[in-house]
């Protein structure tokens, strides 16, 4: 079975501060992996997808990630963040054989940006 | 567009009450899904439905029936819950393709807020 972990639960931080966040996966084989944002109050949007192709890929609102398959690790990164930020962040992945599309979810990291 | 739509969004019930919570998509998305999200915790997945098929149940109990009338639609009915069903109900679709769903993105909806006394 697969599973997601987050490396950090909380994180505070200053806008104009660079951001990221770790993901790490465990999955043996070819993996479809996500990164979706909780603002306060509001439901869950994607930020940015990888299912294949160029591992550097560019979400929405200046978010990226890279997949290192070597690393099983699937890192956000934003170079200068805003208060508007502020969210809880998901990694999630599902296997590309599933039929079902399961996602399985990290644990989320709590991201407050403080003006 | 790539909404989709919950009723309620907030829901107090008795634990001996009977209710239905919404979920409706018209994106032609052909895989549905509930999840469970406790507070500050990951969302869990519930059901999956396939072509208005039920293709996954997490050995939810019983006292979540899911059902989904057409394409567009998906239902939750809720009977005989308890204080610790509380949560936030997600319902997410995703597209088909030719080689299954597990391939394709999923796009949530508001949620319902549901609180059991």
């Known amino acids: 079975a697969q599973s997601v972990s987050q490396h950090n639960h909380h994180v505070i931080l200053s806008e104009a501060a660079s951001l990221e966040l770790g993901c790490n996966y465990s999955?043996?084989?070819?993996?479809?992996l996500f990164w979706y944002v909780q603002y306060p109050g509001q439901h869950l949007q994607l930020l940015l997808k990888?299912?294949?192709?160029?591992?550097l890929v560019k979400g929405i609102k200046g978010f990226e990630a890279e997949f290192i398959k070597s690393k099983f690790s699937f890192n956000l990164r934003k170079p200068s963040v805003q208060w508007s930020d502020t969210a809880e962040y998901f990694c999630?992945?599902?296997?590309?054989?599933?039929?079902?599309?399961?996602?399985?979810f990290g644990a989320g990291t709590q991201v407050v940006v403080t003006p | 567009d790539t909404e989709v739509t919950q009723t309620p969004k907030h829901l107090v019930m008795g634990m001996t009450n009977k209710k239905s919570l919404k979920c409706e998509q018209h994106?032609?998305?052909?895989?549905m899904y509930w999840y469970k999200q406790k507070a500050k915790k990951p969302p869990e997945l519930m059901f999956v439905?396939?072509?208005?098929?039920?293709?996954i149940n997490e050995s939810v109990p019983s006292r979540f029936s899911p059902e989904c009338p057409n394409s567009s639609l998906l239902n939750l009915h809720l009977h005989a819950l308890q204080p610790e069903d509380s949560a936030l109900y997600l319902c997410?679709?995703?597209?088909?393709?030719?080689?299954?769903?597990?391939?394709?993105?999923?796009?949530f909806g508001p949620g319902t807020r549901l609180t059991v006394l």
């Open positions: 990888y299912f294949s192709g160029d591992p």
């Open positions: 994106m032609g998305h052909r895989a």
């Open positions: 439905y396939s072509y208005e098929k039920l293709s």
């Open positions: 999630a992945v599902n296997a590309a054989t599933d039929s079902w599309g399961k996602l399985q």
């Open positions: 997410a679709s995703s597209p088909t393709t030719g080689t299954g769903v597990g391939t394709d993105t999923q796009y």
């Open positions: 999955y043996g084989g070819t993996v479809n």
